[in-house]
DNA sequence: CTTAGGG
DNA sequence: CCCTAAG
């Protein structure tokens, strides 16, 4: 896997997982620090008295500037990467040698870090610290690949990524050797020609600012370092970004270990860029400095595994959606219920239903509790009035509480669409949902579509076309039981409205971002409405509104579903 | 039974 | 998400 990882945990969870998962410790050295700036910054951070010891013993500056993995040395090495230089890199046995002798160092900073930091307080601050940096315009994250992604056939695109990793490796070596080819390497040699003090000048002039290191070594290297970053930086290199269209998937260049990689160290240069940072920025996350820098130099030991955090990991991220979503689903349920337009039928009837389940009738109240019963009639009359009109959901539902288990091994007949996540909570919702509905659940189902579900559906229509709901239903939510064809009607109401709410947006004031991201990408959004082109979302409405009536109605306000089809019909218009 | 459309 | 009208 990923040369990486980092588990941004406090040291009590680090000490525990790593007996727990020995296989994700990392080789010695995993620090990569991205510029001279970064280096230094760490460094400074230990030549204060109360991290003295654990400079001393963790990391040896005299002899490194910098540090790497030994798979990614290994990795390039064969490719006269410019990251790669023995001389540059970590020695290993250092570390190893250092490690015995530092525990109780450790102990002692562990203490001394973790005064006054109980655990949420570092995740916390770790998470703050992550959301400052802006890093995702510049870099396609793992996450960016997998939600942007068009069409369904993406959704294993992270498998892909795994899978030709290795063989990016190559393509950012040679970039990587290819920025470097004009650097000047004999300039580099007159560096040993040089005094001690000759190299803290030059040193100075080439970072702006004075180095309390004078090891002649350390200056060299951290020179040469630097003048390679600068390379680096002139040549303005960065990661080939990942294209979004299904065309080029086939060879995503983003290798995650080196974006990673990159993002780390850009993350360091963040925090240690005292040059382009306002000193009082630089202040206001000391506490981020120490930590993290912390984390870093103790994974350099092998000591803490450092794990990305769930920004970083669109898996855990996807996770996290998920979660929220739920949180947002118990919020907006127990919104509803304060809500009175909407409250109105559901909870009143419930009340009904719970008089009648006091007389007797029992748990089937709890099932029917979404039917309207027509008030004044008698108890009796009213079940099987109810009973004559029950909704094709509640049956759906009824039935699907006699047998939970048959209707969950279906499996979806595509074969090519797996929705388990959704699939699973919302069946286990649902279930939870069956048992307590009677007190706390008025709507049935308040289930948040997934990008998943909603690709899915744009397939339907993409090749059932927009009103054979039925189909696609049998098509492709054959597995979901709460997905009714009216349902899906629904939903494509509702992306309609959105992608032309959107197409809105980019003309004007972008108000979108008010009420947060929306979860649909937009290469979604975009098919929804070239579908909608091909296929008119109504066909009653669009002989309802005469094209005289458009007209004349386009300069009045006009409601966003009216605008759309209006939309629909110009380009009909065009096109036919 | 399915769909469109209103709420 | 639910209901009703219409086919």
Not at 74 to 99: H, I, M, Y
Not at 373 to 388: S, T, V, Y
Request: charge should be negative; aromatic fraction near 8%.
């Amino acid at each position: 896997m990923d040369s990486f990882t980092y588990n941004w945990k406090t040291p009590n969870e680090c000490a525990k997982s790593s007996q727990q998962e020995p296989e994700q410790v990392v080789s010695a050295a995993s620090i990569y620090f991205a510029s001279e700036e970064e280096a230094i910054g760490v460094e400074q951070l230990f030549a204060e008295p109360e991290y003295g010891d654990i400079v001393d013993t963790l990391l040896d500056f005299n002899t490194c500037a910098c540090s790497l993995p030994e798979s990614y040395t290994k990795e390039f090495s064969a490719s006269d990467s410019v990251v790669t230089n023995s001389d540059r890199a970590f020695p290993l046995d250092a570390v190893q040698r250092g490690l015995s002798e530092v525990d109780k160092t450790r102990e002692k900073f562990l203490d001394g870090l973790s005064n006054g930091y109980n655990e949420n307080h570092c995740s916390i601050s770790c998470e703050d610290y992550l959301l400052d940096i802006e890093l995702e315009e510049e870099i396609p994250t793992l996450d960016d690949v997998t939600r942007d992604v068009s069409c369904i056939e993406n959704v294993n695109l992270e498998n892909k990524l795994a899978d030709s990793e290795q063989r990016n490796c190559d393509v950012h070596v040679l970039k990587l050797s290819d920025a470097s080819t004009s650097f000047d390497h004999d300039a580099l040699d007159k560096f040993e020609d040089m005094s001690t003090d000759k190299l803290l000048e030059v040193f100075r002039n080439m970072f702006g600012h004075q180095t309390s290191v004078a090891d002649k070594q350390w200056l060299e290297s951290h020179m040469i370092f630097g003048l390679e970053n600068q390379e680096m930086s002139d040549k303005n290199y960065c990661f080939p970004k990942t294209s979004l269209d299904s065309s080029e998937n086939q060879g995503v260049k983003v290798l995650p270990a080196c974006q990673n990689l990159l993002k780390v160290s850009t993350a360091f240069a963040s925090i240690f860029n005292f040059r382009t940072k306002p000193r009082a920025q630089h202040v206001k996350r000391r506490e981020h400095i120490q930590w993290n820098s912390f984390k870093c130099l103790s994974s350099a030991a092998g000591e803490i595994q450092l794990d990305f955090p769930d920004k970083w990991d669109s898996k855990e991220l996807a996770k996290e959606n998920l979660k929220c979503d739920g949180t947002k689903l118990g919020i907006s349920e127990q919104h509803l219920k304060c809500k009175p337009s909407r409250g109105g039928f559901g909870r009143r009837y419930y009340h009904r239903g719970a008089k009648v389940s006091s007389q007797g009738l029992g748990k089937r109240n709890f099932q029917v509790g979404c039917i309207q019963i027509p008030p004044g009639l008698p108890i009796e009359e009213r079940l099987i009035k109810r009973e004559g009109h029950l909704s094709k959901d509640c049956r759906a539902n009824r039935a699907y509480n006699s047998n939970i288990h048959s209707v969950e091994a279906q499996d979806d007949p595509s074969g090519t669409l797996s929705d388990q996540s959704t699939d699973s909570s919302s069946e286990d919702d649902w279930t939870i949902g069956s048992e307590t509905r009677g007190t706390n659940q008025d709507r049935k189902h308040n289930k948040y579509w997934s990008t998943t579900e909603v690709l899915k559906l744009v397939e339907g229509v993409s090749k059932y076309g927009v009103g054979r709901w039925s189909d696609i239903k049998k098509m492709f939510f054959q597995s979901s039981v709460h997905r009714s064809p009216a349902d899906l009607k629904d939903k494509w109401r509702n992306l309609l409205r959105a992608s032309c709410q959107r197409l809105q947006s980019r003309r004007g004031v972008d108000a979108k971002k008010k009420h947060g991201k929306s979860r649909i990408p937009h290469e979604v959004l975009n098919r929804v409405r070239e579908l909608a082109v091909i296929y008119p979302y109504s066909r009653r409405h669009r002989t309802r509104i005469s094209p005289t009536a458009s007209l004349a109605s386009s300069s009045n306000v006009e409601s966003d579903s009216q605008l759309s089809i209006n939309e629909e019909q110009n380009t009909l218009n065009l096109t036919y």
